[in-house]
């Protein structure tokens, strides 16, 4: 039997129609709990079809997620009506277009996008054109209109003849949707698992491919190719493919250099699975044996997450998951000598030396994007610790997380700082000189926030044996 491309021993994505029903319930009834009207209508609109420009094709669509995660419609040029008290939504698609259909094919036909979404009634764009339309949508008892600021042209609600001209509501929505997408049902989660599945497949072929290779170029396309072969053909973010001290540089877009002389590469990469991410990291020695320096910080950046990872249940606050993983850092990294080991574990974080060393927050919330939305970041927090965590506050149940803690030697700002004495009695410069070629090491899961802990979304091992062994095909 010859070798497929697509692996087919992964399982198959989740059965049935994407929950959008029950998702627009729940934003209806978040709006009304929050003070906000128990009626009126929730109006959306897709992704419009845009072009390259001085070209005649069609830029990348990329679906707005609020508009998914009401409809479950991954089509461009739709829009989207829930009429709360009637408890109806409605969905508009492109018409048929004789001569799109001579270059494209056939589209979703209504009949079709009624079977294949979780929607009440199906309709073609051509009705928005009638005066009929928002009469019927806006009755009397329905007088508010709630969209998103500067992603709805209400133009067709303005026609004369509309006797029903409705309360434009521009603040409500986004919070709604943007506080309800925080926590998963069982269909999101298993949008996620799958994504991961798929993703932690590629990371393997990756680390399975390295002798082979010779420049990043080549083991990100081998992560995109196993990641489309299996039914993700969208990747969540572009591939962090970093060798050698281009892992220092949290998200290096290059992937370009050769893997020549280079100890270790950093691979942060997940695919995109019907809308929903998978976020992983793996950190790998390139000849498939980490060196004394570069396994000390491997194995302190994995005791960093699982310490972690032990405080992981609801109701955990995310700072507390954040600077426990900050006291571990510290405390390796004294243990290896690279911070001076007179001093207590508390003077060195008051110092602030690991957010040098560890400068990003410990995770975010991940979902139909990446950094998915909820998480309350506070950017300005004059707290270097706080200054970058994305996720702020209590971490509720089916939440989904990353817990991605890393160690980094980056030249810029610490060769010059160390140059101009700033760490002159935390940091021993003679021991750091043995770790710049180290890069940095990452290492980052997908956590689904649970009642009582948490369960691993993520697939591919990261113990440091299974690691070298990949690489070295064992």
Known sequence: ?????????????????????AHAKRVAKYIADNGGPTGGVIWLEGRRTAMVEDDDQAMHFRQRRHF???????????YFAYDIAADTSTL????????????????LLPDQALANFDID??????DLK????????????????????DRADLAIFSSPNTYAHPTIETTLLRPAIENCRVVKDEYE???????NIISSYAHEQVLAS?????????LNAVFVMHCHANGCREQAYGCICASGPHASTLHYVHNDDSLHGKLNLLLDAGGEYSCYCADITRTFPLNGRFTEESKEIYTLVLKMQSEAMSLIKAGVRWEDCHMLAHRVAAEGLQKLGILDQKLSIDDILKSQITTRFFPHGLGHYLGMDTHDTGGNANYSDPDPYLAYLRVRGTVPACAVITNEPGIYFREFPLRQELADGKWKSVVDESVLERYWTVGGVRIEDDILVTESGY????????????????????
């Open 130 to 149: 009638s005066d009929n339309f928002a009469i019927g949508l806006l009755r009397k008892e329905n007088k508010a209109l709630l969209v998103i600021e």
């Open 92 to 107: 508009w698609i492109p018409p048929v277009d004789p001569e799109s259909v001579m270059w494209a094919g056939m589209p």
């Open 189 to 195: 989660i298993a949008l996620i698992r799958h994504a």
């Open 455 to 474: 369960e691993n979304l993520t697939t591919v091992s990261s113990s440091l044996e299974a690691v070298e062994g990949m690489v070295n095909g064992v």
């Open 210 to 218: 390295v002798h082979a290779a010779s420049n990043e170029r080549e």
């Open 1 to 21: 039997m010859p070798k497929t491309i697509a692996n087919p021993r992964l399982p198959p994505p989740p059965p049935g129609k994407y929950p959008a029903k």
């Open 68 to 78: 998914f995660y009401l409809t479950g419609c991954d089509l461009p040029d739709c």
């Open 121 to 126: 009634n199906v309709k073609t764009t051509d």
